[in-house]
């Protein structure tokens, strides 16, 4: 961010390029792989890339960078569509790098014809060694001094399939002494007897991510292209090969990658904790991958407000979770009606009230909405469940919950004072005998009393059950990947806790998969797609506090 203008760096680039009048229109690009789900860090890609044409007039495109055959499947492309449009976000077209197949083929034609591309037969471990390093000049390979008519030939018969893989590649013919590596002759086209998801088996060889990646942005006419800092060596080659084959002048321009603590935001590792049953699945609610943070119930207005509130960075760091946790609970809070679920239930009987007999109370759906939502009605009766955790018989200092003698509201109903607590044989407290005080009903509370605690309750006669699922972060430690390799040693044991049977007030029963509450004092909650009518099931999306760095002290 600049302090005077309050814009990032590549909105100030921008800025000044529609200032000279260099574009008429910015167009930018998102271009995942199809070989895994996207994540947050895709996620602040896309509202960076989508953002910018949304500010300054113009479009993005959706391009899927499908020039691995071997990685890519049809599955990936579906889940990356439908979590871009989530995010709220519209792309002008749909487009596949393996769509310019044949125009990539014509571009290395042009090249060759222009002595800026030979065919090389040495493996990939002669190409390695000839190399050089990044303080010694590498080698011209035995093959580079080939005819144009010679390359021409031999890159056709590549393309028809007469050579096996790995024997030969189309690499550019720049300078093996240049300082920049990456500008040592890089390979630009392998030959690979794959089949393609979209193509079949009409090609045999791929072009590299160099050779791929700036020409469909210049295809396509991309003002800004925008990628990560691990991109920076590349530019050189980008501009170079744009620059020799005369096509639109794409620019790139890199920003730090997002990390986020206490999770990873690599597809590879996210894949292996699939395949491994470390979870259940890609969309997992524990995963931060954009559809389990959505079965998690995090809305795409949160993750959009994190994204912009990380903002753009030219230097990699650790984003805290803590932040993402932070937007969830800013925008449910906002959205999310209230209602009253038990997840470990005591028992609590009202002596004085009479047997059989039930009440309306009214209860407010959700205070902090902009219009607040109403009420609705619950049911009060003398059996309630309470919180095992809301009652303490030898109470702590500054308890203002229930214990012997002590009196409570319970929420949106009456006061009551605690009588008895009663126990089994082994001592077990069972059930609490308590006394209601008639005149103090929520509302109309005449009674004069005042209580600072207020706890949450539902009827035993008229609550329904659910299934509770508790999830927490996926790793106990910040950083999983500090000492790469073992992170998988990491996970967090204590990540999922399932309560078979919570007991929920009657008006969540009819609750739709997807649906977000605030399970009063007990934080956020989602339907999981898991539920059906007969079986409800809730995720817990987000505490109602920060307790994270509390509990992990303990
Ligand atoms: P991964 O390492 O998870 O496979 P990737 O960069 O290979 O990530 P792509 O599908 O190539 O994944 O990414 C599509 C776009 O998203 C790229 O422009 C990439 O730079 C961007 N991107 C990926 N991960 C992050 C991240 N953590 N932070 C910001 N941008 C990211
Ligand atoms: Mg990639």
């Known amino acids: 961010m600049t302090e005077e203008k309050g814009i990032n760096f590549i909105e100030e680039i921008i800025e000044e390029h529609l200032k000279e009048g260099k574009y008429q229109q910015i167009i930018t690009r998102f271009p995942p792989e199809p070989n895994g789900y996207l994540h947050i860090g895709h996620a602040s890609s896309i509202c960076l890339n989508f953002g910018l044409t949304l500010k300054y007039g113009g479009y993005t495109n959706l391009r899927f960078d499908d020039t691995n055959p071997v990685t890519e499947e049809t599955e990936y492309v579906e889940s990356i569509k439908e979590d871009v449009k989530w995010l709220g976000f519209e792309w002008k077209n749909e487009l596949y790098a393996s769509d310019y197949f044949d125009t990539l083929f014509q571009f290395a034609m042009r090249l060759i014809s222009k002595g800026l591309a030979y065919v090389d037969d040495s493996t990939s471990e002669e190409i390695a060694h000839l190399k050089g390093t ?94 990560t800092l691990e991109f920076v060596p590349h530019r050189e080659l980008y501009d170079w090969l744009i620059e020799k084959l005369e096509i639109y002048p794409s620019r790139q321009y890199e920003f730090a990658r997002r990390n986020l603590t206490y999770t990873i935001t690599s597809k590879r590792k996210l894949l292996q904790l699939v395949n491994e049953n470390h979870v259940t699945g890609w969309d ?97 009766s003398r059996e309630l469940w309470i919180e095992k955790e809301d009652f303490m018989e030898v109470p702590a200092k500054k308890w203002f919950r229930l214990a012997p003698g002590a009196m409570v509201r319970l929420k949106s109903a009456y006061i009551i004072r605690c009588d008895e607590c009663v126990k089994d044989s082994t001592g077990n407290i069972v059930a609490l005998h308590c006394s209601y005080i008639p005149e103090s009903k929520s509302g109309h509370d005449v009674s004069g009393i005042s209580t600072k605690g207020t706890i949450h309750w539902v009827s035993a006669a008229h609550a329904e059950k659910a299934e509770v699922r508790l999830y927490d972060r996926l790793f106990s430690v910040e950083n999983p990947v500090a000492d790469e390799g073992d992170f998988l040693s990491h996970v967090n044991p204590r990540s999922l806790q399932v309560i078979p049977e919570a007991y929920i007030e009657a008006s969540l029963k009819d609750a739709a998969k997807g649906e977000k509450f605030q399970f009063i004092r007990k934080g956020y909650f989602v339907v999981d797609d898991d539920a059906t009518a007969e079986h409800l099931v809730f995720n817990r999306t987000v505490t109602l506090k920060d307790t994270w760095d509390k509990e992990r002290k303990k």
């Open 284 to 380: 997992d609610p524990r995963m931060t991958t954009i559809s389990g943070m959505r079965r998690r119930g995090f809305t795409p207005e949160s993750i959009r407000d994190f994204c912009t509130r990380i903002g753009v960075a030219k230097r990699e760091n650790m984003v805290d979770m803590s932040l993402l946790e932070f937007c969830v609970r800013e925008h449910l809070n906002k959205i999310a009606v209230r209602r009253m679920v038990v997840l470990d239930p005591l028992k609590l009987i009202i002596t004085n009230y009479p047997e059989g007999q039930s009440e309306e109370v009214f209860s407010e759906n959700n205070p902090e909405a902009e219009n607040s939502g109403g009420t609705r009605s619950i049911r009060f």
């Open 134 to 227: 990044p303080t010694a000049a590498g080698k011209n390979s035995p093959y580079r001094d080939r005819t144009v008519a010679e390359n021409q030939d031999l890159f056709e018969r590549m393309k028809n399939g007469e050579f096996k893989d790995g024997t030969k590649t189309l690499r550019a013919k720049i300078d093996m002494a240049h300082p920049n590596m990456l500008m040592r002759d890089p390979v630009l086209y392998r030959i690979k007897h794959a089949h393609h998801h979209r193509t079949g088996d009409k090609w045999c060889i791929y072009p590299m991510y160099d050779f791929a990646h700036g020409q469909s942005d210049s295809i396509e006419e991309v003002t800004h292209s925008i990628c």
